[in-house]
C-alpha cells in the first residue's frame, strides 16, 4: 500500500467535502470532532464541536440545569461517537487545517528548505499550550453568565473565544472566496483584542507550518478535548514492543516528533495527545507486525518488512526523477 499517495487523495476529498459539500447539500452537522468552521457559511459540509460547545457553555447556571443541559450532553454524546469512529485520525487524514499544513510542508520540501524540531526539553511545556487552551475555551463561556466568587461577569464579546483566535476562522472560508473574516473590530476593546489576536495567529500559522511539520497541531485545544476520549475508539495505533529494534526510523517519520512511538516498548496502545494517526510510522517500520492500525480489533494496516523495502524503492525513485 502507497500510504502516502492514498492519505493525499483522502485528505483532498475530504478537504473538499468539509469546505464545499454545502453546495450538493452535504452536511455531516456541527458536532465534528475536526475544525469544519461555522464561519464558512452555507458552502461548508460540516461544523466544528468546538463551536456549538463554546455555544453551549455560555448559558447561566439555573438555564444549564435545565433544557440546556440535556442539549449540551446530546452535543457532547453526537461529538464522542462521530470521534470513536476515527479516533485522531480526524487529525491526519480529515481536518482542514491539518491538510493545509501538509500543503505548506511541501512547499517547503519543493524549495528544499529543512524543517525544524523541537528541543525535547521543552516539550512539556509546548504540550500544555494546548491544555490551557482548552481549559479556557471551557470557562470563559461560563463566565459570561455567571460570576465567581463575586467577580464581575466577562462580556459577550468573549462568548466564542477560540473560535475568535481560531485561524480556520480566516483560513476556511477563503478557499470560497470570503475573505471578510481578514478583519479587525473596533466596535469595543474585547473585540480589539480578539480581532487582533486571530490575525496575528493566522500570520503565525502560515509562518510556523512552514518551518515545523503539523506546526499548530502542538497547540490545537481539538486534539487535548479528543484525547479525553480517545481510549475506547474503534481505530487504534498498537505496538509489539517485542519485535521493536528501536531503530527510529517510525519517530523520524513522525510528523509531530513522538519520541515514545521509538521509545516505548511496553504499552500497546501508542495514540498520544500528539498523535494524528496519519500512521506515517506503520509505514516507515521494518519488522513485521511491530506497528499496527486496528479498526475493532481488525488490523486494517501493519508493518511488514517486505512493504518496508518497496517504499524505499519508490522513494529512492521518486528522488531520482525529481528536476535538479
Not at 453546495?23 to 463551536?51: H, M, Q, R, S, W
Not at 494496516?301 to 524505499?312: A, D, H, I, N, Y
Amino acid at each position: 500500500m502507497n500510504l502516502i499517495r492514498f492519505r493525499f487523495w483522502f485528505q483532498i476529498v475530504a478537504f473538499l467535502f468539509i469546505v464545499y459539500g454545502g453546495y450538493i447539500g452535504f452536511d455531516l452537522g456541527n458536532k465534528l470532532p475536526t475544525f469544519a468552521c461555522v464561519y464558512n457559511g452555507d458552502f461548508t459540509g460540516g461544523k466544528c464541536y468546538v463551536g456549538m460547545l463554546q455555544h453551549d457553555l455560555k448559558f447561566s447556571w439555573e438555564t444549564f440545569l435545565g433544557f440546556a443541559g440535556y442539549a449540551f450532553l446530546i452535543s457532547l454524546g453526537m461529538f464522542i461517537v462521530w470521534f470513536w469512529l476515527l479516533n485522531k485520525a480526524w487529525c491526519g487524514f480529515i481536518c482542514p487545517l491539518g491538510t493545509m499544513q501538509d500543503w505548506i510542508t511541501s512547499l517547503r520540501e519543493k524549495f528544499k528548505i529543512r524543517f525544524s524540531q523541537y528541543d525535547w526539553s521543552n516539550r512539556n511545556g509546548i504540550k500544555s499550550v494546548k491544555w490551557i487552551l482548552l481549559v479556557l475555551l471551557l470557562i470563559i463561556p461560563l463566565l459570561i453568565a455567571n460570576s465567581f466568587l463575586g467577580l464581575p461577569k466577562l462580556p459577550n464579546g468573549l462568548a466564542m473565544p477560540f473560535c475568535d483566535i481560531c485561524p480556520g476562522r480566516m483560513l476556511i472560508p477563503a478557499f470560497t472566496g470570503d475573505f471578510t473574516q481578514f478583519y479587525i473590530s473596533f466596535d469595543s476593546k474585547t473585540d480589539m483584542v480578539m480581532t487582533t489576536l486571530g490575525m496575528m495567529i493566522v500570520a503565525l500559522f502560515l509562518v510556523g507550518s512552514f518551518v515545523k511539520k503539523r506546526f499548530f497541531c502542538y497547540f490545537c485545544p481539538m486534539a487535548a478535548l479528543q484525547y479525553i476520549f480517545s481510549k475506547p475508539a474503534l481505530l487504534k495505533l498498537y505496538k509489539d514492543g517485542s519485535k521493536c529494534t528501536k531503530c527510529g526510523d517510525c519517530y523520524n517519520a513522525c510528523d509531530m516528533d513522538i519520541l515514545e512511538i521509538a521509545d516505548d516498548v511496553k504499552n500497546k496502545n501508542l495514540v498520544t495527545e500528539d498523535c494524528t494517526l496519519c500512521l506515517k510510522c506503520v509505514a516507515a517500520c521494518p519488522e513485521d507486525g511491530c506497528l499496527e492500525a486496528n479498526f475493532a480489533g481488525v488490523t486494517i494496516f501493519e508493518s511488514t518488512k517486505e512493504g518496508f523495502l518497496v517504499r524505499m524503492a519508490m522513494d529512492k525513485k521518486g528522488e531520482m526523477n525529481e528536476p535538479k
